[in-house]
T-cell receptor, first 116, second 114 residues
Framework: AQKITQTQPGMFVQEKEAVTLDCTYDTSDPSYGLFWYKQPSSGEMIFLIY??????QNATEGRYSLNFQKARKSANLVISASQLGDSAMYFC?????????????FGAGTQVVVTP | ETGVTQTPRHLVMGMTNKKSLKCEQHLGHNAMYWYKQSAKKPLELMFVYSLEERVENNSVPSRFSPECPNSSHLFLHLHTLQPEDSALYLC?????????????FGSGTQLSVL
């Protein structure tokens, strides 16, 4: 069964606007971590932001923030003030358990295109 | 400059060929990973090495053979591949695989099997 669901295959956003990328997850493990990665056309996966299941505050990293709603099992990424360089695929990923040997489970991704 | 370097960037091989993918990390990390990214499928974990010891083999066919000679280098040896093995192969590293450490990825090797 799919553990990470990203329902938006693609979206357009205008430069300087904010965009929210949806991510829902499925786990029964109380200890887990949620990650967002960006993959530009060059192929490299770039880490953006991390949220631990026990973290009380929503994670923020510069223009990126994670809207963590634990009861709904959602971890949406918000990109504020979009830039042309934000055009890329965005992947939500989850690591279950405290001893999971780096096993990240990825969603299918959302293609974001930022327009001038 | 990325901390994780993969070579080659692109590889085309026949089903009877033998080739190797190389990954090198310059971050002083203890764990290295191989992931496979196929078209229209989520990334799949293939192998995990921690301190040069393989700790995870995610049901990968034996035509893929990993090698980790030291904590900075990781190889993926390929032989008698199938066309469905065509994909982007991503290498990653992290400081400690057992904690919620972020993974640092390379740019990948785009593999085409003819």
């Amino acid at each position: 069964a799919q553990k990470i669901t990203q329902t938006q295959p693609g979206m357009f956003v205008q430069e300087k606007e904010a965009v929210t990328l949806d991510c829902t997850y499925d786990t029964s493990d109380p200890s887990y971590g949620l990650f967002w990665y960006k993959q530009p056309s060059s192929g490299e996966m770039i880490f953006l932001i991390y949220q631990g299941s026990y973290d009380q505050q929503n994670a923020t990293e510069g223009r990126y923030s994670l809207n963590f709603q634990k009861a709904r099992k959602s971890a949406n990424l918000v990109i504020s003030a979009s830039q042309l360089g934000d055009s890329a695929m965005y992947f939500c990923a989850m690591r279950e358990g405290a001893d999971s040997w780096g096993k990240l489970q990825f969603g299918a991704g959302t293609q974001v295109v930022v327009t001038p | 400059e990325t901390g994780v370097t993969q070579t080659p960037r692109h590889l085309v091989m026949g089903m009877t060929n033998k080739k190797s993918l190389k990954c090198e990390q310059h971050l002083g990390h203890n764990a290295m990973y191989w992931y496979k990214q196929s078209a229209k499928k989520p990334l799949e974990l293939m192998f995990v090495y921690s301190l040069e010891e393989r700790v995870e083999n995610n049901s990968v066919p034996s035509r893929f053979s990993p090698e980790c000679p030291n904590s900075s280098h990781l190889f993926l040896h390929l032989h008698t591949l199938q066309p469905e093995d065509s994909a982007l192969y991503l290498c990653a590293s992290s400081q400690d695989p057992r904690q919620n450490e972020k993974l640092f990825f390379g740019s990948g090797t785009q593999l085409s099997v003819l």
